[in-house]
Every structure is written in C-alpha cells, then in structure tokens.
C-alpha cells in the first residue's frame, strides 16, 4: 500500500514505507526540506513542527493541527495534508508572520524559529487552539536565545491570515478512504483501520500489534530505544473512537480524542481540569496525544488519570466478544500491568459532570510550569452539605505505581465537617496513604509534604484566597 | 580611530533565512551518497579500568562500515583545549560515564547508533568520586587550590564588630543549544582534510586534527557558517565530533558526518560547573564588609578542560560591585569522574557574583536592612576602587547605573506594595531584589586576546569581510558587516557575510568570552582602513586633492563625485590591492596568574536589575513576575542585536537559578539526559512584565565605537531572581534575623525546603 499525502499543491506518494519512519527524517533526507529541524527527536523542543490538516466532522472544511515531525510516523500522515516551513512563503514573499519575526528579533541562531514560526502560523490559520493565548500556542517550542520577547509580541501582532481551504477540502475527500488501509515492509505489517469492530478484528487476529494513537510515546520507543516494531495498528481514523458527547450528566470521550480537542469540554467539566489540559505536554503534543493513549499506556503519573479517577470516571474496554466497563481507577492494577485482555482496546471514558455541592480541585506540580511531566498531579472531589463533606474522592498520580485513590485520606473526610480541622486530619492521614519515590522529579519527602499541602490549597481557595502564582495579576513599575 | 555615531538596529544578517527555513545548518548540507554516519560507543562506567572490548557485534551489525578503538588513530589521540587529557577514544581507562570508547560509522546514523549499543566493554570497576565532596576527600583535584588574597582577612574578622558565616550550592546547567554538535568531514588530495563543523574554535579543531592525523595545521581546514545555538558548548566540546569524522573520512575516503543525538549530546559533552560556597564575613552596622574568607569549591569532571580559566573568572567576580578591603578567595577545583565542566556564558563569572550576591544578602538579613541599602554602602568608590586582584576600577558606572534603575523601576514604592502583599497574603509570598553586574571584558589567558580579519573589495564595489569570529546567533556578522560598511560610508547591504574559515584567517582565538566584536570588529576595522587609505591616496594621485571624503552620497575627491563602484573599478585599473588584511590585539592587559593579581581586563561592563517574584509557599512552586533592566553596552554596536542577548541572557540566567536542575546517580549517570527530564524555561516563564534599558555612555576604553561586550554579562542579572526568591522565603518568617537556606536552582522543592529551614 502506498502512502499518500498532500504537500502544498504536490501529492506525494510513498510505496514501501518503513511504518516507523519519521515525517521529520523522510522532509529532511529524501526530500531535502530542511527548514524543519530536529532539536530532541522526542517531541520535546518543537523545531520540527509541522501542520497537518484534516478534513472536519463535518468533512466541508480542514482542521489543522501543529504537530512534531520527529515522533510522526509516514502512515499516520496518509491522506492527510502537510505544510512545512517552506511551504508559506511562496514566490520569495515573506507572510506578514515571517516579515514581522525577521525585523524584530524574533531569532538569533534561528535554529528553533522555523519551529516558531509554523506553530503561530497555525494560529493565524485558524488551527487547533488557535483562540489560547500565544504562550500557550508556543509552550511546545522552546528557544535558548531570544528569551521570547520578540516572538510573543510576533504572535500578538499577527492576525488571522485569509486563506482558502477549498480546493484542498475537494483533494482530501479523494483521498479519504473508507475501508481498513494496510501496508507491509519486509516481514512487518502496519495497519489503519476505519472502524471499532475493524480495529476489534485486527486485534484478535494480531493481539501482540502496537496500538498507537498520537505516538507521542511510541515514537520515543523507536527514536531513543531504537525499536522494532512487527506489527502496528493507526488509530487516527476511526471516527467512532474520536467523539466526544457532552450531555449534562457529564462527558463521554472516546479513546481517539487528542487532549487538544477535549480541552474545552474539560474546561466546561470544570476549570481546573481545563488548566489541567492546558498544562499537559505543549500544543503540538496535546494535538497528538490521546485520551486514551495516555490511560492504556499506564503511567504511573498520567496527569489526565488522577484528575478522572477523583471525578469518577468509568472507563470502557472492548473486545470481540464486546464491552466490559469498570471504575477508572480498577483498570490499573500495578506498575506496567493494566486490566485489559488479549485483543481488547480501550473504547471510551465517561467522566460525570460535578454536581452544584461538589468541590474539585485539581493541582499538577512540576519545575517548569509549561510541557513538564509532573511529579505530583493531585485531584479531590468533595461533596459538602451544609458545610459537611458527605463524599470524598481523592486521587494522586506520581505517588505510587499507579495513579491511585488515597483512601485513607477519603475516609478521614467524609463525613467530617468541612473545616481547616478536617483538612488537617486528612492531610495527617494522605502522609500514609502514599509511599512514593524518589526520583528525578522530586524526593519522597517532597512528594508527601506537597500533596498533603495541597488539601490545604483546597481549603484556603475555598475560603478566597489566592492559592496559584498563576492566579497574580502581572506586576512591574 | 573608529567614529562614535549610532548604529542602526540591522536585524540579524541571517533573520530572512531563519523565518523561511532557508539558513543552512551543518546537517542541512545536502549528503552525498556514499557518506558515512557515526556514533559513539560510551562508557557505562563511572571510573574503570578497560579489561576488554569485544566489538564483534558491532561490526557485524547491519550497514556498519567500520568501527574504530584507540589504536586506529594514528595520531595524537587528543581532543582536549590544553591539558592533552581529553581522549578521542578511550585507552586503557574510562573516567566517567558517557565517555567515548570506540567509534562506529555506518550506512545511516540509525544503523550506526544502533550498533554502538552492541558493543561488549569488559571494566575493572574503580572507586568513583562523582561530587565535590567525595572528591574532597579522595583529595582528587585538576590543580591545587588557587589563593586570590588582599590584606589579612583572618585579623580583620576578627576585629570586624559583626561576623557570620554560611554556606551553599549551586547547580550545573547543560547548554541546551538547539542545535546539538554535528560535524561532517571530507577528504581532499593529498592529505588534506575540510570540515564543516559547529563550532565556536574552527582553529582549535584545525590544529587538534592535524596532530590526531599527524599531518600540518595547513593540510586541514576548518569552516563556520552558523551555529544554532552554542553557549559556550561549542568551544571545546565540538571538536571530538569533528576530530571523529575527520578520522574517518580519511581512514575511509568516504565523507563523513557526526550528527549527535539529543541525549548522547547531554551525556557526552560538558556543563556548567556546580559550586559549593562557604564564607565567613565581617562587617558593621551599616553592612559595610570589613573581612571576608571566601571558599569556592567546583566540581571539574574527569578532565582538565578550561576548568582553571573557568574557577579563575569565578575568583576575579566574587567581589561584583563591592569593595572588600581584607579578603582571602581560595578557589578548590575538583576532578570527579563525571563528564568536563566547560565553558558555558558567563565562565564562572556567574557562580562567584552569586556567592557575594548571597553574602550581601545574608547580612542585610542579619542586621534586618534593606538589601539594596547594604549592597549601595559597599559599592566601589574613589579610595575604594581597587579588586582584590589588584585592579583599578577605572569605569565604576555602577552607582549611577542603580541609582537610575531604583528611581525608574521605583524600587522604594514597590518594596513597599510587596511588604503590604505579604502582610495580607497567607499562602502566597512576594519577593523584590535588585542586583548589579560588574563583569570584567577580555581573555584572562592574555594572549587569546587578539583577532584577525580579511577584508575584499571587488571591482564592482562590492565587499566580502571575513574574520575569526563565528556566528552562533549572536548577530556578531550582522554588527561586523556594519563596521566595514561604515568605514566606506556604504549600506550594510553591501557587505557580504561569509562562513568563517581557517584557510582565510589563521590562528583564530574561540569566539567567547564576550569578545567577539571588540576583537574581530576592531580587525575588520583595521583591514577596511587599510583598504580605505589606499583608496584615498590613489584618489588624492588621481585627482590631484587633498579633500578625499566617503560618504552615502558617494565618495567626493574634490570636486568630483563618484560610485564607490566606480571607485573600486578605477582602482583595480589603477592596480590598486583591493584586499587586505586587519589585526588587532587588546592593548594594556596583563596578569601574573601565580601571584593573582594584575589586570587581567581591559574593561568592565555593567548593568542591574530589578526583579518581582512570588511563591506559594505550600507547593514551593515560583514565578518571576517582573523584570526591570538597565543595562551598558557602552556605545552600542546594534541597539536591538544587544537588547536580544540582554533579554535573552536574562532568561537563561533564570533557568540556571530555577528550573534546570542536573541529576546525577549515584553510579555516575545523568537521569536528567533530554527535555523531558531538564527544563530550560519556555515563553511563559519569560517575566509577562519585561523593560530593557540601554545605559548611556561609552566605554572609557578605546574599543571599536567605544561599545562594550555584551553576550556574557547579561546572563547575571537573573541573580536578582535568586535574591527576590530568597527575600519571598524570608517573608514567610519575617521575624527571623537570618537567611532562608536555599540553594540554587531553586526548584519547587529546593524553595519548600527553604521554606521548612527558615522557620524552624
């Protein structure tokens, strides 16, 4: 099978892909389009950003998205179309962007600028997230020049950039396929399917194949570990595992919705889990990384985990013999080891919506606030009445194997009076629900006393206070 | 002599072709097809003896084309800048882990990292010292202990009406160039060698791989056209990757490129240098620093490298701003089997100013003073201007410089509305600080400090300059290309920036220690003029005048007007040389490095800054909320080239101090090896409120339009980072009369320690 893909106005096309090739390799050595630049090979630096359009659910206009080249792989690209940092300006014509960052000293060495530069273009055309502030639209790019002034007042500065999908909406439907696409290289298979009960089928048939969504930790298996992989299965074209139903009960996700586009519906969820999201990887990786990929794959930190296993979320896996659902926090039993059978896949995640009496609260520390794994990622629900908690769900990623509910620390609260008093006994009681390690993003003794604390930042933001540097209001003379 | 005019803000030379993707990079370099690819094969051993290497499954690994060990090198096997320790391919031994044991190259860079993991090293492990302590006891150092000293400082603490002592650490940071290191040699005819290499010292190379190939320095050229990004991290630690490809090359005759993994690059290469400071101040009741006993200790890694250049530039900076009349500075330079400290902005510059930054602080807390109030009584001054080494402060700018910053930045006002946050705000806690940089301009090795340039004038009026500086984002080509098109009074547009190369100017010393466009650009100047006055006395022949003037207009001989293009033809019928070459080295410096004292810099530069941060003080996490900056280039070369690598410094300087954080185990290995695990800040850890302010004033000294250096002093003003974070800790218990100890960086659990420690 042939890979196919637009580039600007040019079809490319790929026969015999090695399926754990990189987008950013294939651009720079057998196309010669070195503009896109390889800082970190693991979707860390963002020099090798990308865009990639889609077409919509609606399939009338195309959703771009600024990924990194470096963890994509060629068939996650089939029938979708790319721009790179030499496709904008055409003719030797600067865009307004690329005028206004070249006059203002929005690059030194310019080794990550090219990177910069389709990140924003991206806002400019309207791409995902396109509507966050552009620090955030650049938290993926990192530069060790400039300091970033010029480049966020570039950003600023640039409005929306007309441009006219059309013709390209046309190209894409043309491409688009609609039965399961599979290729081989040597003796390893690859596969994309367009359905659940195709991927259900692939599944049983090949139950050791790679499941892989976003990439954004399978990539790293292949550019740091330098693996093999036999058997892969793409699980970017599966409109059923894409949707999201946000009903007043609470939000259903399926297992292909990338981070970036579940952003809003958390943040309508509730703020913090929308803060959450918005902290989680730069744009480029929460344009990739999926809900869940970031369950299946069973990291003891996870960020989105923690935050659903508080709010109560239930998560459903399915098989050939059909679905099975369970409590978010039994489908991860220990470190590596998660509750899913030979030939099952994870469907879907419901997460019901806070009630009027619940208190949520959700906190991920890290060193650096943007693109930082956490090392503790905290979350509680508390439901009080008239000032008394009748229900408590806590849970806590980076604290132990799994992301795991304190359940002493639950039962000190409930059923207790909301008071400093109560919060003081359950911080008291979380000290031995946890016995985290040390390692290179925070000691045990660190990890204890800043997750007890943050019951405590709970407890002061209900009373008024400010309880996030975040939440300051800019200083300065 | 230069003219003092301003010079335009030109944006970078290369601006157009960095937003286009269009600026070539070494690995942008289109490959040839029969190019070879190479990786290490490192150490996983701390300190070892090498029993045996069995390399069988390398070299039967698929694509490798061949895989050479320390006896395939036929010369000197020597990547070091001077101490000759610094191994191609380890001999015998390993000394830390990451070290290069044996070289791969094959068909694709996959293929040859692949192999380089599938290689059999079989140790004699040793007993490792991997921290300044360990290698304290183990008494393993690179040189004795250094003593910079003045007076008697242990009779003065003594005498002195207060005393107090303290101590604290100081992290590492790895560079972080974009860019990592990535060579690509090619063989010539005849033994001769050309690489093009991403590095700040194509000389050093050049000569490093003459010896290692036991050919001449002039078999082997070396060429820079841009680095993406450098630091420092490029000054020694790019030629084992070009000392490596050019081996191969020429032992295979098929190209070769060294294209470094991101996480083999942090492994492998070098770092700034940890610190651990210990102190014992005397001062009096205005805070005034009557005997201080400084002791800095760093940790060097495996090799010598440029360590005792490095501790000594943290020596010559642990007085800053201030006087210190009775002062003893010992300087401990350990080696531990960790990979060589190195270079990196700033050069040790930065761990000494902290160290005295932190002794103001610690007696300003002590007697419950203002800081800024403590640091100001201690200030040089007339009858108060000498440095411990001996050194006249001849430029002290430094008092009206913070006066101006405290009135612009209203220093008093905001210290105020801080307090009163403080008084009302239970969880979250500011903190102000405004520090001052004195950071001392040129090579403390003396005679690094000279340049060379060549300059051509077509006979079409157009110029090529070349010069021995390389760019690395730093916009020296772009303030270069200014100078000489000023010297013929043409547009910038004129000049033609080209790649940096041995074969054109020799004997080049590193672009660093900020003194790239003092040195190249008085070169460039010097080979211009030349090409000028030849000029105008061929114009004075010509037309018989005296009154020979370049200007926009054209050049006027009289009362004739010409093109500088028809000049140039008119001079090249005239058989006129149109090229010339230009020379500069730094007048009046010198030093006596084993009395320490001298004058090691020909000036200072200056600036300070005001910064604002809070904590929350029951996560420990931060954030710098504001920055005001006054900062002096002196007559500035490019006002906006300059106040990019302020800001840019600032913010590098604020990952060093917070969020970069090195992590070693206790087998020797670096945990924190990618961007996943090391933070460098990103855009929102950038202050949302930034003012830069350039200072007015030229340099005293005579340099190229009288501007100062500016690549490495602005990276310390991010001191006033630490200190704000210090004070937001103190707030926490305002009551208690000493200082929160924290250590940098300061990360969320560095401060919640901090935290913990100043409230008990």
Redesign the interface.
């Known amino acids: 099978m042939t890979v196919r893909f637009l580039l600007d106005d040019m079809m490319v096309e790929l026969a015999d892909v090695d399926p754990t090739a990189t987008l950013l390799d294939h651009l720079r050595y057998r196309m010669r389009r070195t503009g896109t630049k390889e800082g970190c090979a693991e979707g860390d630096c963002g020099a090798c950003t990308v865009l990639v359009g889609d077409l919509d659910s609606t399939r009338d206009a195309v959703t771009w998205r600024a990924v990194n080249a470096c963890i994509l792989f060629l068939p996650m690209l089939h029938g979708k179309a790319l721009l790179t940092v030499e496709s904008l300006a055409k003719g030797g014509v600067l865009t307004p962007l690329q005028t206004c960052m070249a006059e203002n000293g929005s690059s030194q060495c310019g080794f990550c600028t090219p990177g910069f530069v389709m990140s924003l273009h991206g806002r400019s055309i309207g791409a995902v997230g396109h509507t966050l502030p552009v620090a955030d639209v650049i938290a993926g790019n990192l530069c060790r020049c400039t300091g970033y002034g010029p480049i966020l007042a570039a950003g600023e500065s640039i409005g929306p950039e007309p441009h006219d999908d059309a013709a390209l909406v046309a190209r894409l439907k043309a491409l688009a396929e609609t039965d399961t696409v599979s290729g081989s290289f040597g003796n390893r298979k690859w596969f994309i399917p367009r359905n659940p009960a195709a991927l259900a089928d692939l599944l049983s048939e090949y139950p050791d194949a790679r499941l892989v969504a976003g990439a954004t930790d399978v990539g790293l298996w292949v550019t740091k570990g330098l693996q093999t992989i036999d058997t892969l299965v793409f699980l970017g074209d599966i409109p059923e595992l894409a949707r999201i139903e946000d009903t007043p009960e609470g939000l259903t996700i399926g297992a292909t919705v990338r981070y970036a586009d579940a952003h809003d519906a958390f943040a309508r969820l509730h703020p913090d889990l929308g803060e959450l999201t918005r902290r989680l990887g730069g744009l480029q990786i929460r344009n990739a990384g999926t809900i869940g990929g970031n369950i299946a794959n069973g990291s003891p930190i996870g960020d989105g985990p923690p935050a659903f296993i508080a709010l109560g979320a239930t998560l459903t896996v399915r098989g050939v013999d059909g679905r099975r659902t369970m409590p978010l926090e039994d489908y991860f039993i220990a470190y590596g080891k998660q509750d899913l059978r030979p030939g099952e896949f994870v469907e879907s995640l419901h997460i019901p919506r806070p009630g009027p009496h619940d208190i949520v609260h959700i906190s991920k520390l890290t060193r650096r606030f943007d693109s930082d794994i956490t090392a503790v990622c905290g979350a509680l629900k508390l439901t009080v009445h008239d000032d008394k908690i009748t229900n408590a769900r806590v849970a806590f990623g980076g604290m132990a194997a799994t992301p795991k509910r304190a359940t002493g620390c639950e039962a000190a609260l409930t059923n207790q009076p909301f008071t400093l008093a109560t919060i003081q006994t359950a911080m008291d009681a979380l000290r031995t629900d946890y016995a985290p390690l040390t390692d290179v993003r925070g000691s045990a003794p660190y990890r204890i006393e800043a997750a007890a604390n943050l019951l405590l930042r709970l407890w002061y933001k209900s009373q008024g206070e400010t309880v996030s540097v975040l939440d300051l209001e800019s200083a300065g003379a | 002599m230069p003219d003092h005019a301003p010079k335009p803000s030109n944006?970078?030379d290369?601006?157009?072709?960095?937003?286009?993707?269009?600026?070539?990079?070494v690995?942008?370099v289109?490959?040839p097809g029969d190019m070879l690819h190479l990786a290490f094969g490192q150490s996983s051993e701390a300190n070892a003896r090498i029993t045996a290497i069995d390399l069988a499954a390398v070299r039967a690994a698929p694509g490798i084309v061949a895989v050479f060990t320390a006896a395939d090198i036929p010369g000197a096997n020597n990547v070091s800048p001077v101490a000759k320790d610094d191994l191609l391919l380890a001999d015998g031994e390993v000394l830390y882990v990451g070290q290069p044991v044996f070289l791969v190259a094959a068909t694709s860079q996959?293929a040859a990292?692949?192999a380089a993991?599938l290689g059999t090293i079989y140790y004699e492990p040793r007993p490792a010292s991997l921290t300044i302590d360990a290698a304290r006891k183990a008494k393993s150092e690179i040189e004795p202990t250094q003593r910079m000293a003045r007076g008697d400082a242990p009779a003065a603490l003594v005498k002195a009406q207060h005393r107090l002592s303290g101590s604290f650490a100081m992290g590492g940071q790895d560079?972080?160039?974009?860019?990592?290191q990535v060579a690509i040699a090619t063989r010539g005819e005849d033994g001769q060698v050309h690489i093009l290499s991403s590095t700040q010292h194509p000389s050093e190379i050049q000569h490093l791989v003459a010896h290692m190939l036991d050919r001449n320095s002039a078999d082997i050229t070396v060429e820079v056209r841009?680095?993406?990004?450098?630091?420092g991290g490029k000054e020694t630690q790019a030629a084992a990757f070009a000392a490596a490809a050019a081996l191969v090359a020429d032992t295979t005759g098929h190209p070769a490129k060294f294209r470094c993994?991101?996480?083999d690059d942090m492994i492998m290469t070098g770092k700034r240098h940890d610190f651990a400071v210990a102190y014992d101040v005397g001062y009096d009741d205005e805070g005034r620093l009557l005997a201080l006993q400084l002791r800095l200790a760093s940790r060097c890694g495996a090799t010598v490298d440029l360590s005792p250049a490095i501790n000594d530039r943290a020596m010559f900076h642990c007085d800053n701003c201030y006087w210190l009349p009775d002062v003893e500075i010992l300087s401990e330079r350990l080696k531990t089997n960790t990979v060589s400290a190195t270079a990196f902005r700033g050069f040790g510059g930065p761990q000494g100013m902290l160290a005295i930054e932190r002794i103001i602080d610690d007696v300003a807390a002590h007697l419950s003073r203002d800081p800024l109030e403590v640091r100001l009584a201690n200030l040089y001054a007339p009858g108060r201007d000498t440095t411990p080494y001996g050194m006249t402060v001849a430029d002290n700018i430094a008092p009206p410089l913070i006066a101006k910053l405290r009135r612009?930045?209203?220093y008093d006002a905001?210290r105020q509305d801080v307090d009163a946050f403080n008084a009302r705000?239970?969880?979250?806690k500011?903190g102000l600080a405004l520090t001052p940089v004195k950071f001392g301009i040129s090579f403390t090795t003396t005679h690094l400090n000279q340049a060379g340039a060549l300059v051509h004038v077509y006979a079409d009026g157009s110029i090529q300059i070349n010069h021995g500086g390389t760019e690395?984002?730093?916009?020296l080509h772009i303030k270069i290309a200014q100078i000489v098109a000023d010297v013929f009074a043409l547009p910038v547009s004129q000049v033609r920036i080209t790649a940096t190369r041995t074969d054109k100017v020799p004997n080049t010393s590193a672009t660093a220690a900020s003194s790239g466009a003092d040195l190249n650009g008085m070169a460039a100047y010097n080979a211009a003029m030349t090409i000028r006055d030849r000029l105008t006395d061929f114009l004075k022949r010509t037309y018989d005048c005296d009154d020979i003037r370049f200007t926009p207009e054209g050049v006027v001989a009289g009362t004739e007007r010409l093109t500088f293009r028809d000049l140039a033809r008119k001079a090249h019928m005239g058989r006129i040389s149109l090229s010339a070459t230009g020379y500069y080295a730094t007048p009046g410096i010198a030093y006596d490095r084993a009395a320490h004292k001298g004058r090691p810099f020909y000036y200072f530069a200056y600036g300070a800054a005001?910064t604002?941060v809070?904590?929350?003080t029951?996560?420990?996490?931060?954030?710098v909320?504001?920055v005001?900056i006054l900062h002096d280039v002196g007559r500035s070369l490019n006002p906006?080239?300059d106040?990019?690598q302020i800001?840019?410094?600032?913010?590098?300087g604020q990952g060093w101090l917070t969020?970069e954080?090195l992590?070693f185990d206790e087998h020797g290995r670096l945990?924190?090896h990618?961007?996943?695990?090391y933070?460098?800040?990103?855009?929102?850890?950038?202050?949302?409120?930034?003012?830069i302010a350039l200072w007015d004033g030229a340099n005293v000294e005579p340099t190229v339009n009288r501007s100062k250096a500016v690549g490495e002093p602005p990276f310390m003003l991010a001191i006033a980072v630490f200190s704000a974070l210090t004070q937001a800790i103190a707030a926490t218990a305002p009551d208690t009369r000493s200082l929160p100890p924290l250590d940098a960086p300061a990360?969320?659990?560095a401060i919640?320690?901090a935290i913990a420690g100043h409230r008990t």
């Open positions: 944006p970078h290369s601006a157009r072709l960095h937003v286009t993707g269009a600026a070539l990079y690995d942008d289109g490959e996959r990292r692949a993991r560079h972080f160039y974009l860019e990592g841009r680095m993406g990004g450098a630091f993994d991101r996480d612009d930045a209203r905001r705000s239970p969880i979250i500011k690395m984002g730093q916009g005001l604002e809070a904590i929350d029951l996560t420990g996490e931060h954030k909320l504001a005001d906006a080239i106040i990019g800001e840019g410094g600032f913010l590098q969020t954080q992590v945990l924190t990618s961007p996943a695990t933070k460098i800040p990103t855009a929102s850890d950038r202050p949302r409120h930034v003012t990360t969320p659990e919640l320690r």
